[in-house]
């Protein structure tokens, strides 16, 4: 990209390669995202092959209708 470039070297030498550290973050945030975003089993369904199950949760607020407040 830089090539015979000493400004560039130099600036690599005092504060490192952010570009290739960006890009290696960009990548493994992307990864990261593929993975969250593959389909899983409908809610309340059993867990996909390979994908852990979720615990249960330990209490569960019910809606209520607009206006009434729990008692």
Not at 24 to 37: L, N
Not at 50 to 71: D, F, I, M, N, V
């Amino acid at each position: 990209m830089f090539q015979d470039s000493p400004i560039y070297d130099r600036l690599i030498a005092e504060r490192g390669d952010i570009p290739t550290q960006v890009r290696r973050e960009a990548e493994r945030v992307s990864r990261e995202m593929e993975f969250v975003m593959q389909p899983g089993p409908p809610l309340g369904g059993p867990p996909a092959p390979g994908r852990p199950a979720s615990p249960a949760p330990a209490w569960q607020r019910s809606a209520l209708p607009p206006g009434q407040l729990p008692g």
